[in-house]
Nanobody
């Protein structure tokens, strides 16, 4: 059974950093693009970043470009999201998700392309 588990969230001051992890089990991670999404209270879930199956292609929402970095280690079946220079507007529940689709999914960053989701991890940026 395909399962994704996020970790690494927490409370951080503005300007701080966090690294989120998405651990996969029950499937071969190499066959899936992995995306990070977030949802703030009262808002729709939005795409943050996505990485292709091999890790050779990545994409970021404009709001996080230059501050967040996505990476993956297929041998450890884990995808990471390094978040630097965090802002209060980054506060949200962060989810990772898997998509079996091709390279286009990386650049669409659409929730509709992702078939399996983790339970989410809370990130709060506040002084």
């Amino acid at each position: 059974q395909l399962q994704l588990v996020e970790s690494g969230g927490g409370l951080v001051q503005p300007g701080g950093s966090l690294r989120l992890s998405c651990a996969a089990s029950g499937f071969t991670l190499d066959y899936y693009a992995i995306g990070w999404f977030r949802q703030a209270p009262g808002k729709e879930r939005e795409g943050v970043s996505c990485i292709s199956r091999s890790g050779g292609s990545t994409n970021y929402a404009d709001s996080v470009k230059g501050r967040f970095t996505i990476s993956r280690d297929n041998t450890k079946k884990t995808v990471y999201l390094q978040m630097n220079s965090l802002k209060p507007e980054d506060t949200a529940v962060y989810y990772c998700a898997a998509s079996p689709l091709g390279l286009d999914v990386v650049f669409r960053l659409s929730t509709a392309d992702f078939t399996s989701w983790g339970q989410g991890t809370q990130v709060t940026v506040s002084s």
